[in-house]
């Protein structure tokens, strides 16, 4: 048997491939595989550039090359330590405060610098608003520079002063950048920079006031490391030494979690566009039996014909793949525009390995899916040119199933993903088809009673799902799940802030009054008295961090990335009561009662954090406070009611424990809207203290939650066109069928006019089945959401009807375009085939 050449096979297959282009299949097989590699780029292309961007500026989100931060100020030992290394140092304090105009008030950041900061980087300011930017300098003593929107909040101009607490200060520039400052998703407030020779001068800063303090270093590696060496030993419990890989992580865990659930939303793009690519393989080769049987005749070999097929799909897979390689990179330009106030300013190109490895999941899509229809035409007996009933072996099982599962396998290695979380989410996914998928089924079943009484374009239309209910179930389910999704991310987006404000009472706190000095208490409570609004009581804050439980250090306790882990790194809000506070309840213990004299003082604790740090009562907790330990002991655990805009505590402690530490207070009081001109005169009678207007911070969380939400809308667009691309695999995988059924009843006397109104029902009823599972899943998944999540009430939700009309159109359109060559088929068809 002649053997042709390589060359020869691929330019066979390569006009074979030309030939049958406009076959629906290739154009299905192509599509599948154009967004499975297209969510796959887009989304490797925003993990490596978002990493590209960290590394990038590394050195530059510390603004230093070494930090040493803490809730108190360094000790002469510290500093003197660095100095004497031949370190560069600067000093940074960050604390929030109200800034005062002549027109309002606005809560801000205030950053107070000295002249040599930054050590890493560059200030960057503008002379006006969005004017030409430069580089370089800093403010004076007497000085501020401040962000556009602190000008627009306060209705000021370049020029105009401001008051910081007791300092009235002149804005000379625009502060357009920061080095260290990781964009805008940890700063709600505008920024104002100040000198740091005029903090003294605001009296703002006071002792238990709530400050981060940063020691800024930079040197060789050498000097720096003997500095870690010599300071670790002596760093307090609210102190942190900080490298580039440390502050590269901030951002990093934060913006991880968004690139994990997008890797997942691609791994559903990619198995949906798997399920069209295996239906689209599985048609390409049973319209191909009689083609292979007739090139066994010709002489080629079993091995060859093989690979004259498996040719063409890869010519076909590359081209997809390289096609859906460039949209994926164009698509997450698009991504990054969405994200841009989330994202750091400068973000690098990527590379094209994100590309590449966008090609090779296409590639190994192809690979699994479609190898073991593929297999099959090498089995096609050369006999079938003659009787055309033979049909090939089908290959075994376990080829089907492992090819399936290797490129799954792979795919998920390359995404990076969570193994325990992917299994969970398969099988749980698998569960809900099963179960959804046998309720259709059974619904479709008891569609068959009604075949007898109904109008015959009913009867065509649903005879059609009953001849094929499994492709029916499965199609229904994968829209259904689509559609869910969206209806999901919409509802919450849009109500759940809503359901739970609605919730609140009318009269709920809507300031928060933070920092208010011992000195002030009295004559604060007073001018709240004045102003005849309902508030909470003063309570006294210390800030103050647990170190150890039971006499063990805490970080060999708690477990990282729980509760606890968050709770103990960073400094709690500690406080006392005589009285348990409004919205608290006892779950364990009792409140304060007689102690022995030489028994520890004790603490109540919120019971959640409790459960997360493995506390149980009669436990010993030791926290660092003001420099100083305070050990007490766990008599009481607390449910709290976080939802009341009331301050709430994770930890208070009996009455006297804390009594010889710096104290500030905190309360929240409700004003009504229309009377901003007293919270001014609040603001100026009381410079130290932050007003933070509650109102404020929820306008600002649901820009955020928007831009969030469009940016995961975005990447369900991708599974979405898979959805599309298994919908129309479906259709393909029976067209040959439809095209006789229409064809027959064209020569049966049928109009065109029948077979369109047929297929709108069976397409429509497909895709409304499609919605309302969606709807039905919505309101169950939004349920357990609000009740069990986030303890809401729920209610049901009317404009989820809606689902099953959006259902019928978008499968009644897309089934009736991929069908429009059966409905075209006509008599002739089939006497031409018989």
């Not at 000095?517 to 647990?546: E, M, Q, T």
């Not at 348990?580 to 364990?588: C, D, R």
Request: with cysteine; hydrophobic share 50%; charged share 15%.
């Amino acid at each position: 048997m002649a053997r042709l050449p390589l060359l020869r096979l691929l330019s066979l297959a390569l006009r074979q491939l030309l030939r049958d282009a406009r076959a629906g299949e290739l154009r299905v097989l192509f599509f599948a595989l154009l967004v499975a590699v297209a969510a796959s780029t887009a989304i490797g292309y925003f993990g490596a550039r978002l990493n590209g961007a960290m590394l990038l500026r590394a050195t530059e989100f510390l603004g230093a090359d070494l930090l040493l931060q803490g809730s108190s100020p360094a000790r002469p030992e510290q500093l003197q330590a660095g100095r004497d290394l031949g370190l560069e140092h600067a000093r940074v304090v960050e604390f929030s405060s109200v800034v005062a105009g002549d027109n309002g008030i606005q809560l801000s950041s205030i950053k107070a610098a000295d002249a040599a900061y930054p050590l890493r980087g560059e200030l960057k300011s503008a002379a006006q608003p969005y004017g030409s930017e430069g580089s370089g300098g800093g403010p004076g003593p007497g000085e501020a520079w401040v962000e556009p929107r602190l000008l627009a909040a306060l209705n000021l101009k370049i020029g105009d002063s401001i008051d910081v607490g007791m300092k009235t200060l002149r804005m000379t520039r625009v502060l357009t950048y920061e080095p260290d400052r990781t964009g805008n998703f940890y700063s709600l407030t505008p920024r104002v920079l100040i000198n740091f020779a005029d903090l003294d001068a605001t009296g703002v800063v006071q002792p238990g006031s709530r400050v981060t303090y940063r020691e800024l270093w930079r040197g060789t590696s050498e000097a720096l490391a003997d500095y870690q060496k010599a300071v670790k030993p002596s760093l307090e419990a609210n102190q942190s030494l900080q490298d580039s890989r440390d502050g590269n992580r901030q951002i990093g865990g934060a913006l991880g979690k968004a690139e994990r659930y997008l890797n997942m939303a691609s791994l559903v793009a990619v198995l949906l566009s798997g399920v069209a690519v295996a239906l689209s393989a599985s048609r390409f080769a049973s319209r191909r039996f009689d083609a292979s049987a007739l090139l066994r005749c010709l002489g080629l070999s079993r091995r060859q014909a093989l690979l004259l097929f498996s040719l063409q799909l890869a010519m076909l897979g590359l081209l997809a793949s390289l096609s859906g390689a460039l949209l994926g990179w164009l698509a997450q330009l698009g991504l990054f525009y969405l994200l841009a106030g989330l994202l750091p300013t400068v973000v690098p190109a990527g590379g094209v390995m994100p590309a590449l490895a966008g090609i090779g999941t296409g590639l190994v899509a192809l690979a699994g899916f479609a190898l073991p229809p593929l297999a099959a035409l090498g089995r096609v007996p050369p006999l079938r040119v003659l009787r055309r009933d033979l049909l090939p072996v089908p290959p075994s099982s376990w080829l089907v199933y492992g090819a399936a599962l290797l490129a799954l396998a792979l795919i998920m290695w390359r995404l990076s993903l969570d193994l325990l979380l992917t299994f969970a989410l398969l099988s749980g996914g698998l569960l809900a088809a099963l179960l959804l998928g046998g309720l259709l089924l059974l619904g479709l079943q008891s569609l068959r009673r009604l075949l007898a009484g109904a109008s015959l374009p009913w009867r065509l239309g649903l005879g059609q799902l009953l001849r094929h209910p499994l492709a029916a179930a499965g199609q229904s389910l994968a829209f259904g799940l689509i559609l869910l999704s969206m209806a999901l991310i919409a509802l919450l987006r849009g109500e759940l802030l809503d359901t739970w404000q609605n919730q609140l009472p009318k009269d709920a706190p809507n300031y928060f009054a933070l920092n208010i000095l011992p000195a002030d208490k009295a004559a604060f409570a007073d001018r709240l008295k004045d102003f005849s609004v309902l508030g909470a009581p003063l309570y006294p804050v210390i800030p103050g961090r647990l170190t150890h439980i039971n006499g063990e250090p805490v970080r060999q306790i708690v477990s990282k990335d729980s509760s606890g882990d968050r709770a103990i790194q960073r400094d709690l809000s500690l406080t006392w009561a005589a009285e348990l506070p409004a919205g608290n309840t006892l779950t364990a213990g009792s409140w304060w009662s007689e102690q022995p004299a030489d028994a520890l003082p004790a603490v109540s604790v919120e019971a959640k954090v409790a459960e997360s740090l493995k506390l149980k009562l009669g436990d010993r907790l030791l926290f660092s406070v003001g420099g100083m330990n305070r050990e007490v002991r766990v008599t009481s655990l607390r449910a709290v009611n976080w939802d009341n805009f009331q301050p709430n505590f994770f930890m208070i402690f009996e009455p006297g424990t804390l009594k010889d530490l710096p104290t500030t207070y905190l309360t929240s009081f409700y004003l009504a809207p229309g009377h901003d001109q007293q919270i001014v005169e609040l603001s100026r009678a009381f410079p130290a203290v932050t007003i933070l207007q509650v109102e404020a911070l929820l306008a600002q969380l649901r820009s955020i939650l928007a831009q969030v939400t469009l940016a995961v809308e975005y990447v369900l667009l991708f599974v979405l066109a898979a959805g599309l691309a298994v919908l129309f695999s479906g259709l393909q995988a029976t067209l040959d069928e439809r095209i006789h059924q229409g064809a027959l009843l064209r020569a049966l006397g049928a109009e065109r006019r029948l077979l369109v109104k047929t297929r709108r029902i069976e397409f429509g009823l497909l895709g409304a089945a499609s919605g309302l599972l969606a709807a039905l899943g919505c309101e169950l998944v939004s349920l357990v959401l609000y009740r069990y999540a986030f303890d809401l009430a729920w209610s049901p939700h009317p404009w989820l009807l809606i689902l099953p009309v959006v259902g019928a159109v978008l499968v009644g359109g897309a089934g009736i375009f991929g069908t429009r060559r059966a409905l075209n088929a006509t008599p002739l068809t089939v006497l031409r085939e018989g």
